[in-house]
T-cell receptor, first 110, second 113 residues
C-alpha cells in the first residue's frame, strides 16, 4: 500500500522543540520528504532524507528515519510562531509522484 | 515564490459546469504534476506529464483530463462538476533531479455550488 499516516494536530510553546511523527507502508521510496504549507499558500519543501540515512540535520530541523519501523520524524528546535503551519510527510511513489500524509497542523503559542 | 504560476486563484461555478485550470511550470522543468487537496481526501496525486506526454495517473476521475502543451504549460480540465469536486488544486513542477524536489504553485481554489 501507499498509506502515510500522521497525527493531525500538535500544539507547542514558543521556544520548545516540536516533534512531528509519520509512519508509512511503502518502503521502496528512495527519498522521504517533509513539506510545509502556510495558510493560503502552496507547499514548500522543508527537507528530505535519503532512505539509506538514519538522520539528517539542517539548522533547526532534524529528520530521523527508522526504516525497520517505517517511521519518520521531524524535529524543529526552538519553535517560533512563524513555524505555525501544516507539515506534510511524503514519500516518492512511482514515476516520482508524491504520496502525502494527511498533514499535521502545528500551533505555536507564547 | 516557487516559480510555478497557477490561474485562476479562485473559481466559483455551478454543478454540471466545466472549468479549465492553468499551470505554468518553473523555467526549464519538464515535469508537471497535478494534486487535489480536499478536507475529506487530503492531498492526492492526480496526474503527471513529462515533456508533453502523460506519464502517470493517480486518483483522477474520468470527468477530469489534463494536457501539457509544447511550451510546457499544463491545463487541467474538470467537467460535469459535482459539489464534491470543490477543493484546492495544486500544480507542481520538477526537473527530476537527484531527489526530485517538486515546486508547488499557490493553487486554484475551486468552489462548486
Amino acid at each position: 500500500g501507499e498509506d502515510v499516516e500522521q497525527s493531525l494536530f500538535l500544539s507547542v510553546r514558543e521556544g520548545d522543540s516540536s516533534v512531528i511523527n509519520c509512519t508509512y507502508t511503502d518502503s521502496s521510496s528512495t527519498y522521504l520528504y517533509w513539506y510545509k504549507q502556510e495558510p493560503g499558500a502552496g507547499l514548500q519543501l522543508l527537507t528530505y532524507i535519503f532512505s539509506n540515512m538514519d538522520m539528517k540535520q539542517d539548522q533547526r530541523l532534524t529528520v530521523l528515519l527508522n526504516k525497520k519501523d517505517k517511521h519518520l520524524s521531524l524535529r524543529i528546535a526552538d519553535t517560533q510562531t512563524g513555524d505555525s503551519a501544516i507539515y506534510f510527510c511524503a514519500h516518492g511513489g512511482g514515476y516520482n509522484k508524491l504520496i502525502f500524509g494527511a498533514g499535521t497542523r502545528l500551533a505555536v503559542h507564547p | 515564490d516557487s516559480g510555478v504560476t497557477q490561474t485562476p486563484k479562485h473559481l466559483i461555478t455551478a454543478t454540471g459546469q466545466r472549468v479549465t485550470l492553468r499551470c505554468s511550470p518553473r523555467s526549464g522543468d519538464l515535469s508537471v504534476y497535478w494534486y487535489q487537496q480536499s478536507l475529506d481526501q487530503g492531498l492526492q496525486f492526480l496526474i503527471q506529464y513529462y515533456n508533453g506526454e502523460e506519464r502517470a495517473k493517480g486518483n483522477i476521475l474520468e470527468r477530469f483530463s489534463a494536457q501539457q502543451f509544447p511550451d510546457l504549460h499544463s491545463e487541467l480540465n474538470l467537467s460535469s462538476l459535482e459539489l464534491g469536486d470543490s477543493a484546492l488544486y495544486f500544480c507542481a513542477s520538477s526537473d527530476e533531479g537527484i531527489y526530485n524536489e517538486q515546486f508547488f504553485g499557490p493553487g486554484t481554489r475551486l468552489t462548486v455550488l
